[in-house]
């Protein structure tokens, strides 16, 4: 690999605390960026690059196959690892900084409906894979945090006396989050049991059974076999309990700035797609019970 997209890498690891996720797709990208631009046997001048080769990089990736979505994150990370090299005085401007991403459908998140929650979140038993599940799970829904903020808690960051978790969010931003009733009840169990596993001097708020701090993937893949086991029969995966999060409480609530803060935006219109959730269940609440929608149904 390149040292210099080597260097960013690490800066967005290091510096900037961005997620294995996160990192995992800039480097994929910024490999397409170097595999069209080295030729065998010499370098990359990066400060050679210019937008016509960026253009060029987005049309090979689209006729690659690439969707509209894959392409803009293409070039954020581009973009990115270019205003990187800017600071670092590797170039003296941005090829890829007034080039257009192409324009793609918003996809509404998915969500759980709250009788589907209340089935994941009942776990039975009170073995210690049970407990720690089930505080995982309601920490998940009472607080909607990220994959990558939960596992990344300490024990230190939990307070339930005062019902509050201090999440380290994306860009190292620090919010302080409410932890639900339910969600208080489930974590106090689970660290009455947690030295039965927690290594020494181990300070992961949620440990596997060697000691050591849970993996993105142990959660994944223990949260869709957890759901399985309570009879939904559909994919379960973390994100989809900080959709229903954020879903639920603006329908509750309709404050969008509250629900803005508690996600850890930045930008208020990526919170605006739950509004667009939040009316189309009233639209279908509306066509199902209004008089006048069902004549009109039924007339059509």
Same mark, same amino acid.
């Given at each position: 690999m390149d040292p210099h997209i080597q260097a960013y890498l690490d800066h967005l690891s290091q510096e900037r605390v961005c997620s294995p996720h996160t990192i995992s797709n800039y480097r994929r990208d910024l490999i397409h960026l170097q595999t069209l631009l080295l030729f065998p046997g010499s370098d990359i001048d990066w400060s050679r690059v210019n937008a016509h080769d960026i253009r060029a990089l987005v049309a090979t990736r689209h006729r690659a196959g690439s969707g509209g979505r894959s392409l803009q994150r293409l070039l954020s990370s581009v973009r990115g690892f270019f205003n990187y090299l800017l600071r670092e005085g590797v170039v003296g401007a941005n090829p890829a900084q007034g080039i257009r991403s192409p324009k793609t459908s918003r996809h509404l998140p998915e969500v759980l409906d709250v009788d589907d929650i209340g089935r994941l979140l009942a776990i039975p038993g009170d073995s210690l894979p049970a407990i720690r599940d089930r505080a995982i799970l309601e920490l998940f829904y009472s607080s909607g945090l990220r994959l990558a903020e939960l596992i990344a808690l300490d024990c230190a960051q939990l307070d339930l006396m005062d019902g509050m978790v201090r999440v380290l969010g994306k860009g190292r931003r620090v919010r302080q989050v409410p932890v639900g009733a339910k969600a208080r009840e489930a974590l106090t169990v689970w660290l009455q049991r947690r030295d039965q596993w927690a290594a020494a001097g181990e300070t992961a708020l949620f440990v596997a059974r060697h000691?050591? !701090?849970?993996?993105?993937?142990? %959660?994944?893949? !223990?949260?869709? !076999?957890?759901?399985?086991? =309570?009879g939904l029969e559909r994919h379960v995966y973390p994100h989809l309990l900080r959709h229903?999060?954020?879903?639920h409480m603006l329908e509750s609530s309709q404050d969008l !700035?509250?629900? =803005?803060?508690?996600?850890?935006?930045? /930008? %208020?219109?990526?919170? =605006? %797609?739950?509004?667009?959730? /939040?009316? =189309?269940?009233?639209?279908?609440?509306y066509d199902a019970a209004h008089p006048r929608a069902r004549r009109r149904k039924q007339n059509s």
């Open positions: 000691g050591r !701090r849970l993996t993105p993937r142990n %959660i994944q893949k !223990r949260m869709a !076999r957890r759901a399985l086991a =309570q229903s999060f954020a879903s !700035r509250a629900v =803005q803060e508690l996600l850890g935006h930045v /930008d %208020i219109s990526t919170t =605006q %797609i739950y509004t667009h959730l /939040d009316y =189309q269940h009233l639209a279908k609440v």
